[in-house]
Structures are given as structure tokens and as C-alpha cells.
């Protein structure tokens, strides 16, 4: 099968080359490519977007003049929310393409541990079955499975927002807080990225799968993931930019934090985790302030009650 990736980044580079390896022919393509967008998509019975949640919407609109045809299968593999509308990639993608399958593709993938042939899961999802089902085909190997679900806002939204906790969890350990402080925020996260998802349409089970609490493991757990270097950058007294600047590559946390701050403000959302990683992020306070917030909150139950919820402050 013919395949365009769109987007050369270390993510798209991969999964073109897991494509490859399952013998399909893949043509990559970027914003800095020579060869014409239209000349790519030609031949190509499936797109896949790996472009950054930033990109997201002028490439679309590209698409959306080209005429996509109706039988054509567009996949994103972008995590993030757009700062314009605090939407995710496949609800813009849903905007510009409304005649188009959309596939979302999401799991704890670290690119740089996949490259090497270590063995992974991932989950593709569409309301789209069969299409979900052909995407699942193109990239299941015996060292990259490959699940379906049909859940696809949940399945982004778990990927999305988990990038937020792994830099609360990054400061945890640059701080050398120990495995009970990061056991506890990790799990208190996770109600957290359930509440939110969960108000904003995803299904709970999903939250528990690989693209939800699968996701939050590994980017919380490794070395490799660009927003728990944010964190731990942060906590050893670097700032935002020195420690962006070190990585050398986009971390989505960073405006995934901003933008979760406006859609919780605005939905009335206990978010207060997120919220102690935006006023870090923000310079408002630092990353023992945060820890003292948190564990100075007052007591409550474990399980969570609507009547908690606080309603946060304004944009700082």
C-alpha cells in the first residue's frame, strides 16, 4: 500500500519506518519538503499526520483545497491541544476533512526505543471500524502490536494530557522526592487525567489502556520522554527555555498545560495537579512551592465528588 507520512520528525520518521518493514511504500513529506503536497497525496491510499499540534491546522487546510478523496483514510499520530480552540488534532482534522475517515494513533511509544526493534503496543482508533482495522494491518508486527478501540477522542485525549503529568512527575524525581511522593502523585494523576477526560467525552475505560494510564507509564517512567526532562530540568534549577533549549525538541506538555488551564477555567474542572504544573511552567512558583501546595490541600476523600471541585483562578 502506498502510504504518505507528513512530517519528518523523529515520530514520523518511525513509523514510516514500521510501514517499511511490513513492505508498504511510504513517501514522507514536510513543510520543508521540495516535492509538491498534492504530488504526494496522489498516490497515496492512506495519510498519516505526525506533524506538531502547531501545524496541525495550515496542514489541513492544504488538504482540505486539494480535495481529499472521500475513500482516502487520514491518520494522526499528534498529540496535543490547539491554542486557537483548545481542540485536539483529530477534531481539527474532523473540521477541515468532515468526509474523511480519521484514525487516531496513540500508546506509550517512545520513538527512540521502537527505532531499535525493542517491542511496543499501540492502539489505533476510529468510529471508522474497518478503517481502524487497515491501519491496524499496515503497522502490526511481531515486535509492534497493534489494538483497536473505538473510543477515538478518549484514545487521544489519554495521550494528550498525560504529557502534562509527566512533568509534574520530572520535577518529582529532580527533586529526589523517592518512589512514595512519585507513586502517589502518579496515581492521583491518574484520577486526574480520568475527570478530565472524561468531562470532555472520553470513555473511562479508555483512560485505563494503553493510550491512557499505558501512555502515562512510560513517558512518567523514562529518561527518553522530552516532558519528563522539562520536569527534572526544572527542578535542578534550569529554566523553561535553558531546559526547551537543552531537549532540542518539542515538548507538548508545555502548551498542552497552558491550553488544559483554559478549558478547565472554563468548564469548571479540579485540575489541581495541572494547575501547580502551569504556574510552574508560568514562573509563578517553583518546584518546592508546587510540592507544598499539593500536599498542603485540605483533606478529603480518595474518591472523587463534583461538590470538590474548585473553581481556579483566572489566567495569571
Request: aromatic share 6%.
Amino acid at each position: 500500500m502506498n502510504l504518505a507520512i507528513l512530517g519528518a520528525g523523529a515520530w514520523g520518521t518511525v513509523l514510516g519506518e514500521l510501514a517499511v518493514r511490513n513492505g508498504h511504500h511510504v513517501t514522507f513529506w514536510s513543510r520543508r519538503s521540495d516535492r509538491p503536497l498534492a504530488e504526494v497525496l496522489e498516490s497515496a491510499a492512506i495519510a498519516i499526520s505526525a506533524v506538531s499540534i502547531q501545524g496541525v491546522p495550515d496542514v489541513a487546510a492544504q488538504i482540505r483545497s486539494l480535495g481529499l478523496p472521500a475513500d482516502r483514510i487520514l491518520v494522526t499520530a499528534t498529540k496535543g491541544l490547539d491554542a486557537a480552540t483548545t481542540y485536539t488534532a483529530s477534531q481539527l482534522w474532523c473540521q477541515y476533512l468532515p468526509n474523511t475517515s480519521i484514525v487516531v494513533f496513540s500508546g506509550p511509544n517512545l520513538a527512540k526505543e521502537i527505532r531499535i526493534g525493542l517491542p511496543a503496543a499501540t492502539v489505533v482508533s476510529s468510529h471508522d471500524a474497518q478503517a481502524a482495522q487497515v491501519v491496524q494491518q499496515i503497522f502490526a508486527s511481531d515486535r509492534f502490536r497493534v489494538y483497536t478501540n473505538d473510543d477515538p477522542l478518549g484514545t487521544e485525549l489519554g495521550g494528550t494530557l498525560k504529557n502534562v503529568i509527566a512533568i509534574a512527575v520530572g520535577v518529582c524525581d529532580g527533586l529526589e522526592l523517592g518512589t512514595n511522593a512519585k507513586s502517589a502523585l502518579i496515581t492521583r494523576a491518574l484520577a486526574e487525567l480520568i475527570r478530565i477526560g472524561t468531562h470532555l467525552g472520553g470513555q473511562t475505560d479508555t483512560f485505563f489502556g494503553l493510550s491512557g494510564l499505558g501512555d502515562m507509564l512510560a513517558t512518567c517512567n523514562s529518561s527518553l520522554s522530552r516532558n519528563y526532562q522539562v520536569g527534572y530540568r526544572l527542578a535542578q534549577g534550569q529554566t523553561l527555555p535553558n531546559a526547551l533549549a537543552s531537549i532540542g525538541e518539542t515538548a507538548e506538555g508545555v502548551n498542552t498545560a497552558n491550553v488544559l488551564f483554559d478549558i478547565a477555567n472554563r468548564e469548571h474542572i479540579s485540575m489541581p495537579i495541572a494547575h501547580q504544573v502551569y504556574l510552574l511552567l508560568n514562573r509563578q512558583i517553583t518546584p518546592r512551592q508546587a510540592v507544598e501546595a499539593l500536599m498542603e490541600r485540605g483533606l478529603k476523600s480518595e474518591a472523587y465528588r463534583s461538590t470538590d471541585a474548585p473553581i481556579l483562578p483566572q489566567r495569571l
